[in-house]
């Protein structure tokens, strides 16, 4: 009997990026079998079954009624393969190893999708991220399941195919339907509930901590009493958070796409993650046997929240210092590494001691100075030099908190916030990183960008003899340079150094 190979192409995630997969299919004289090779994972093998039932369904004569040895084969085949998407392409190569669908051109076309036993296509994980991939690679179609069409339409340089079931794929190559492309559509996009400023009575020094953190991106950490309203303060920084532009709002969708949390399109506002204390640190980092971004990636270009922060579990958050410093997670493997971008806001709160209410005017602390000591022990002097901003927040007198708000609070800072950014971005964009915050600066940057006058030199000079460790020292200057940005001030007054130096507590 003549020999028949087909090959299409298919698509591998490797952390948030992708790798393009060929999908081979070989059928030969022998007793009836059907392999997949190529280092294929167990959900890869059982796509077996799923392709007999799906082709049998849709009218063509399935493998398991064939007695030839066909064997599939997904190169390169070094590389470990995971998932349910390729069923579409081991369906597709092995009807053209059969001639059972008429010959078409397979390099400029790339297929996703997980088959239902009555045919149907099922959406997968991190099509955007494929599609961006194939784009590059010079294809110039990505058929997959509808669900996920409008996301890898957001891909320019590539037609995004929406398929809905075998029988639609096979008429479609043959000619017998017409292509319909999938443009991008805005769906809009329901995020977490947004509290305004303006529902939050005094706090007037928290709320100014919130526009400098959030206008550069600095970590803060908000300690006081329970019910004095620092759980509401992150979730304001939220709100006062401008949109995503296109470039991180893409970068943020890959994320989200890979764990499998698309559901609209583009995500344009800023994520905002809260974990529970209990977390572990896989998921708070990423990783796994098969790895996938963790709550830090996914809070990429927004906030990661955690709240009551000495309850976290010491070696779960000492996890964090690296990726805190680098922007990024690093799983690795033995066959290499893999990286998750994490360049997120860390917005955490705590209590003063175990019972809440040490410093508090309205209530006695009930706490010995051994168990406060020991509680506040539990953040790490590294880590607490990582955040820039802390900020003690008091309780407010009713008067204040029983007045009634006015209008929004957070409409217009977020403007001020956004035209910060902007300085920022202009500032950075001759080094070709638009997106860069001066949280991000390098001893280098700050070196060449943070410019003091006379009385801020000499106030540095009086209030850095001795006290602080170098990373505290460049992390008050980059906070400086964004209060000075929030002021559209170029060169740093000694007030906004001495605001800076407002928000470390004692001894950080």
Same mark, same amino acid.
């Given at each position: 009997?003549e020999?028949?190979?087909a090959r ?15 999908i081979?299919a ?5 007793l ?6 190529g280092?294929?994972?167990?959900s ?7 392709v ?19 064997t599939i ?13 390729y ?5 597709l190569?092995?009807?053209l ?12 076309k790339?297929?996703?999708?997980e088959l239902a ?9 991190g ?9 590059h ?11 996920n069409?409008?996301?890898a339409?957001?891909?320019k340089n ?6 809905e079931t ?11 339907k ?9 769906r809009?996009e329901?995020?977490?509930?947004i509290?305004?400023?303006?529902e ?17 991106g600095?970590?803060m950490l ?12 992150a979730r304001a920084?939220?709100? @006062?958070?401008p &949109? =995503?532009?296109l470039?991180?709002? +893409?970068e %943020?969708?890959k994320?989200?796409?890979?764990? !499998?949390?698309v559901?609209?399109?583009l ?6 993650r ?6 572990s ?9 098969e ?15 955690l709240?009551?922060?000495?309850e976290?579990q ?6 964090l ?11 690795s ?6 990286l ?9 709160a ?7 209410y ?12 051994y168990?406060?000591?020991r509680?506040?022990?539990? @953040?790490?002097g &590294? =880590?607490l030099?990582?955040?820039? +901003?802390? %900020? ?6 009713? !008067?204040?908190?029983t007045m009634?708000?006015?209008?929004s609070q ?6 001020k916030?956004?035209a910060?950014?902007?300085?920022q971005y ?19 940057e700050i ?8 009385k801020?030199?000499?106030f540095?000079g ?9 990373r505290?020292?460049h992390?008050?200057?980059?906070m400086?340079r964004t209060?000075?940005?929030l ?5 740093i007054?000694a ?6 130096f407002t928000y470390r507590v004692?001894g950080?």
């Amino acid at each position: 009997m003549e020999k028949k190979v087909a090959r299409v192409y298919s698509g591998e995630l490797e952390g948030v990026d992708a790798k393009i997969i060929e999908i081979e299919a070989d059928v030969n004289v022998g007793l009836h079998a059907f392999n997949i090779v190529g280092l294929a994972d167990r959900s890869l093998n059982e796509a077996r079954e799923r392709v007999n039932s799906a082709l049998k369904n849709s009218g063509v004569k399935p493998p398991n009624r064939e007695n030839r040895k066909i064997t599939i084969n997904l190169a390169p085949a070094d590389m470990h393969k995971t998932g349910s998407h390729y069923d579409l392409g081991i369906a597709l190569s092995y009807l053209l190893a059969t001639k059972q669908i008429a010959p078409f051109t397979t390099r400029d076309k790339l297929f996703l999708g997980e088959l239902a036993l009555d045919g149907r296509l099922r959406p997968v994980n991190g099509a955007l991220s494929i599609a961006e991939r194939a784009a590059h690679e010079g294809f110039s179609f990505i058929f997959l399941p509808t669900q996920n069409a409008n996301e890898a339409a957001v891909i320019k340089n590539i037609h995004s195919i929406p398929v809905e079931t075998m029988g639609d794929m096979i008429a479609i190559l043959e000619k017998k339907k017409s292509v319909d492309e999938k443009i991008y559509t805005d769906r809009g996009e329901e995020g977490a509930e947004i509290v305004d400023l303006s529902e939050i009575h005094g706090q007037e020094n928290a709320k100014r901590a919130l526009a400098i953190a959030a206008a550069a991106g600095h970590n803060m950490l908000l300690i006081g009493p329970p019910g004095v309203g620092k759980s509401m303060l992150a979730r304001a920084m939220a709100g @006062i958070l401008p &949109p =995503l532009s296109l470039e991180e709002a +893409i970068e %943020v969708t890959k994320i989200w796409s890979v764990a !499998g949390l698309v559901e609209n399109g583009l995500i344009k506002l800023p994520p905002f993650r809260a974990p529970h204390h209990t977390i572990s640190g896989m998921a708070l980092i990423g990783g796994g046997s098969e790895p996938r971004p963790g709550e830090i990636s996914l809070a990429h270009r927004g906030i990661l929240f955690l709240d009551e922060l000495p309850e976290f579990q010491r070696n779960t958050l000492e996890m964090l210092r690296q990726p805190i410093e680098a922007g990024e997670s690093r799983v690795s493997r033995v066959k290499g590494h893999i990286l998750f971008p994490a360049r997120f806001t860390l917005v955490a709160a705590m209590n003063p001691c175990p019972c809440g209410y040490y410093g508090d005017a309205s209530r006695e602390c009930t706490c010995s100075a051994y168990e406060i000591m020991r509680y506040q022990k539990r @953040i790490s002097g &590294p =880590l607490l030099d990582r955040i820039d +901003i802390q %900020v003690k927040v008091g309780r407010v007198e009713m !008067g204040e908190w029983t007045m009634e708000g006015g209008g929004s609070q957070s409409d217009g800072l977020r403007a001020k916030i956004k035209a910060a950014k902007q300085i920022q971005y202009k500032r950075f964009s001759e080094n070709k990183t638009p997106t860069k915050t001066n949280a991000e600066m390098n001893t280098r940057e700050i070196r060449k960008f943070v410019r003091l006058d006379k009385k801020a030199e000499s106030f540095l000079g009086v209030m850095v003899k001795g006290s602080l460790s170098p990373r505290t020292y460049h992390r008050i200057l980059k906070m400086a340079r964004t209060i000075a940005d929030l002021e559209s001030a170029d060169i740093i007054s000694a007030e906004h150094l001495a605001e800076a130096f407002t928000y470390r507590v004692k001894g950080s």
